[in-house]
Structures are given as structure tokens and as C-alpha cells.
């Protein structure tokens, strides 16, 4: 008698194929599907499409059985992007929801490689592994695709090198693994990607020759005698990605792949566009065999799996055929109305990102703001604040100097900052930063000094002497050991210093810069 473990797995061997496999079907770009088979090569093999790729070692594997060979379309993203990737057991039957057999469980992956043209050999090294994902814990990649109504996702790093690239889902099916099956679903998507950045990837593999069939990640067990939170995903580590100033420059706009011209309804990669107008009879009916063969080359580009373009182009040739028989003219009838489906969008949750980033930022740095011209300005006016510093708000009236023993050299910065000799800042100074000297300060910009109340402009009128002023005790000369917030900002000055730096101005400008920083000032 068989053990019911021996009789399921019996049943799974003689369970009909229709119910077992799966393609990769549609590319989605942050949310936004692309079309049905769009940019996405995929197997032409009829009534096969579906299958596992036979041989794992093979050139099938990098993308797909009908892989080699390039389709007319690529699909820009942007630098950043989510991308999304849905697989569909094209042949499952009414009601049942899955979108590979979930008795197919393994792991998932997605790789990415950087080519020249969208059109390139996709087999060799240059692959890199964006993401991959074998037992959380609780269930399968595959389950969790399921769960996910088809579909795996991963964010990519800011900053990759422009370009395209040739994007890669896959599955590994391990219900066979024992019996030396292992099965893999996979596909490629043609990508131009419209970035800044100059990141690559620090790891990459060659595909074939990342796995063999041997490994242990191929001949897993998954019914008895392993602990699933053991398993190891083939096709080794995810990759992080580094910068690479060396980088050769990248093509400046996509050439190839673009949607065609005068293209009014598309099918996976083929478009078709209107046909010839006409006045007469005779011209109705090239028109209606312009429609014909247009309609032709469609189911000649497909695989019995992406062909509802080609059922509405039917439909309009069928239109355009009536009119000639009812001798309707001029024509052709709704001539030039787009007739491909508007693209559909997903909700997302959690998206994973891809591997990390290393080396520095990951997008090369925005140009930095122009300053603006130094051209003289009203005395009363204050220089602008930077970009990157919000607006202080506006100045009540400048208050008296306060007394030089409220605030002496060696008192401690408090929460409000005193106008006397700078005191020590609590700000954290970038260790690999290199101070640079301050630029002058206009000294009418005493709506800087709101939260100490002290105005350095008062403590200079020689009409308001005061002899406990600060002025009475000679301030230190600025040696650079003067607190200064190192931020994002470009300064406008409107001063011409033609002598040394005095140390008042040099107090005064450590002291107004401070406020910039200072918290009270970025609310």
C-alpha cells in the first residue's frame, strides 16, 4: 500500500500539466502596467509557453525558452523605479485562482543586466541579483506570489548608470527537485533606464553557469527530512552597488524600442496603425486587405498567450469590410481612433528594495543653485537666506547690548546664545570637513540676533556709550576655533573688506550663523 505522502506525490506526477505551470506575462513600471507581453520576451513555442525551461545548464535560462531573441519594444523607467513583474498560468481552469499549481513551491529572484542595445545576447556575465526570496518562515516565494495575485516587485537603488538593461523575474519549482526536475520559469524585460547616476553593481554571475543542477538548492526536498527555514536561494547573494567614476558615458536617449509612429492598437510587441484612406470602391477594398495583413502579422508575432490586439483587430477589419459592401464612402470609418485599451494599475504594498549602496551617495549630486549676482543692495536689507535654510522669522526691535558679565568668555553655551565672545558650539562638526573662513556680514542684518536680544550694531554708535558694554573688553581674534554650522547655502554679501578680518566682525558672523542653524529657526 502506498503512504499518503507516496500517493500525493503520485497524484502531482499525473496531475495534468494545464494545472502546473506558469509565464511570465506583464511588466508593470510603478504600478503602470506596460500591456499584455509588452517589452517582455517570452517563449513562441504553441501550446508550450508555459513550460519549465528543459534544461537549466542550457542558454534558455537567461531569459526563457525563445529568449536569444530580441522583441520590437522597450519600456522606459526612471532612475529609482518600481517594477513589478506577473506571472499567469495561462490554461487554469474557471474559478481557481492560483497562478502556478501551489503545489510548485520555491523560490523567486529577480536579476538585471546592463547591455549595449535591447536587442543583446542576453547569456554570458553582467547578471546581478536585485532580490530573491526563498522560506520566510511561513510559506514559500511561490505561495506568496500566489497570494499576491501573481506578481513579484522590487524597488531599484537610485542612481544605477543610464541605460538599458534587460530585467529578469524567476521561479524555481522544487516539487520535483528529488526526482532531478527542478523547474524554472523565467522571461526577460527590455528596459531603457533614464537615470543620473553612476552605480554598478559589485557582484555579478554568469547566466547559464549560475546554477547546476546538482546544487542543493535544486535537489531540496520539500516534503520530509529538511527544515525549509535552511534552505540557501541559488544563483548567489543579492548584490550592493557601488560608485564607479570610471563608468563609460551612458547614451544620452533611448533609440530603440520606442512605440511606432501612427501605432492605434498594440498586441504583446506588434502595432498596428490605420489603413489608406479612400474615395471609392477600389480603394475600400486595399484598404480592407491592408487591414488583413496587418492583422496577420499580428497572430504571426504571438504564441497562442498575449492575442486580444489581434481579436480587435479582427473586429476592424470586419468594420472596414462592410462599408464596402454597403459602398459607405469616404473612409475608413472613425479613422485614426486609438483603439489599445487604456494601461491598467496595481495596488502595492510593501515593495522590497534591491541590494545596497555603498561608496557615497547613490545618484550623482543635483547641480548646485546658481548664486545670485552681487550687485549693491539697499543698506536696509539683510542678504537673502539659502535654500536650504528655512526664513528666520521677523525681528522685533533690537534690544540694549546686555551687561559684558552676563555672558563672559567662558560661560557655557546655553539654550539661547549670548553676543559676547563665542562659547564652545554643541553642534556636531563634520570630522572630514575642512572649516572655511566666514564672509563678511553686513552689520545691519540685526534681525539675525532674535534670540539673545543683543544687537552688535547698537554696541559700535559712539552716541551710546556704555561702559559695561562688551566693547570695553577687547574680543579675541578669530583663529577658526569659532563655532560654526556647516550648512547647504550660499551667502550674498554686499561689503568690500579690503583690511584684515576684524575679530568684532569675525564674533558676529560665527554668532549669525549660529542662529541659521540653531533650532529655532527650522520650525
Not at 499567469?88 to 536579476?111: L, V
Not at 520566510?136 to 524597488?155: P, Y
Request: charged share 20%.
Amino acid at each position: 500500500m502506498l503512504s499518503i505522502k507516496k500517493t500525493l506525490l503520485l497524484g502531482v506526477a499525473l496531475a495534468p500539466s494545464a494545472l502546473a505551470h506558469t509565464i511570465f506575462t506583464n511588466f508593470y513600471v510603478n504600478s503602470v502596467d506596460q500591456g499584455n507581453g509588452t517589452c517582455v520576451r517570452m517563449s513562441k513555442v504553441d501550446n508550450a509557453a508555459n513550460s519549465p525551461i528543459p534544461d537549466v545548464e542550457g542558454t534558455d535560462m537567461a531569459c526563457g525558452v525563445s529568449g536569444l531573441d530580441s522583441v520590437a519594444r522597450t519600456c522606459p523607467i526612471p532612475d529609482g523605479a518600481t517594477v513589478t513583474f506577473k506571472y499567469d498560468s495561462i490554461d487554469r481552469k474557471p474559478g481557481k485562482n492560483w497562478y502556478i499549481d501551489p503545489s510548485h513551491k520555491g523560490p523567486c529572484a529577480i536579476y538585471a543586466k546592463k547591455v549595449d542595445s535591447p536587442s543583446a545576447d542576453p547569456t554570458g556575465d553582467g547578471w546581478f541579483k536585485l532580490w530573491d526570496q526563498g522560506f520566510d518562515g511561513n510559506k514559500w516565494c511561490t505561495e506568496n506570489m500566489i497570494a499576491n495575485n501573481g506578481l513579484i516587485s522590487v524597488k531599484l537603488p537610485s542612481g544605477l548608470q543610464r541605460g538599458y538593461y534587460l530585467l529578469r523575474p524567476e521561479l524555481l519549482a522544487l516539487h520535483a527537485a528529488t526526482d532531478g526536475d527542478p523547474q524554472f520559469y523565467s522571461g526577460c524585460a527590455q528596459v531603457f533606464l533614464e537615470g543620473t547616476g553612476n552605480l554598478v553593481p559589485d557582484t555579478t554571475v554568469s547566466i547559464p553557469g549560475y546554477v547546476k543542477k546538482s546544487d542543493p538548492a535544486l535537489t531540496w526536498n520539500i516534503y520530509y527530512g529538511t527544515n525549509p527555514n535552511d534552505y540557501v536561494t541559488p544563483g548567489g547573494k543579492v548584490s550592493g552597488f557601488v560608485q564607479n567614476s570610471n563608468a563609460r558615458v551612458a547614451q544620452q536617449s533611448q533609440t530603440d524600442g520606442l512605440k511606432p509612429e501612427g501605432c492605434i492598437l498594440e498586441n504583446a510587441n506588434w502595432c498596428g496603425t490605420e489603413v489608406p484612406d479612400y474615395t471609392d470602391e477600389d480603394g475600400c477594398w486595399k484598404a480592407v486587405e491592408n487591414c488583413w495583413d496587418q492583422n496577420q502579422a499580428c497572430w504571426d508575432s504571438v504564441n497562442n498567450v498575449i492575442f486580444d490586439g489581434c481579436k480587435i483587430s479582427e473586429t476592424r477589419c470586419k468594420e472596414i469590410t462592410a462599408t464596402c459592401d454597403n459602398k459607405v464612402f469616404p473612409g475608413p470609418p472613425n479613422k485614426g481612433k486609438v483603439l489599445t485599451a487604456p494601461k491598467s494599475t496595481i495596488t502595492l504594498g510593501n515593495v522590497p528594495a534591491a541590494g545596497p549602496v555603498t561608496g557615497g551617495s547613490a545618484a550623482a549630486p543635483a547641480p548646485a543653485p546658481e548664486p545670485e549676482p552681487a550687485a549693491p543692495a539697499p543698506s536696509s536689507a539683510a542678504p537673502a537666506p539659502s535654500s536650504a535654510a528655512p526664513a528666520p522669522s521677523p525681528a522685533p526691535e533690537p534690544e540694549q547690548p546686555a551687561p559684558a558679565p552676563e555672558a563672559p568668555a567662558a560661560t557655557p553655551e546655553q539654550p539661547k546664545y549670548e553676543a559676547s565672545a563665542p562659547a564652545p558650539s554643541t553642534t556636531e562638526q563634520p570630522a572630514a570637513q575642512t572649516p572655511t573662513t566666514p564672509s563678511p556680514v553686513e552689520e545691519q542684518d540685526n534681525e539675525d540676533d532674535n534670540e539673545e536680544g543683543t544687537s552688535d550694531d547698537e554696541t559700535e554708535e559712539p552716541a551710546k556709550p556704555a561702559p559695561e558694554a562688551p566693547a570695553t573688553t577687547p574680543a579675541p581674534e578669530y583663529n577658526g576655533d569659532s563655532p560654526v554650522v556647516y550648512i547647504t547655502e550660499y551667502e550674498i554679501v554686499w561689503e568690500t573688506v579690503t583690511g584684515p578680518y576684524p575679530g568684532r566682525k569675525a564674533r558676529r558672523h560665527a554668532h549669525v550663523r549660529k542662529h541659521i542653524g540653531h533650532p529655532a529657526f527650522r520650525k
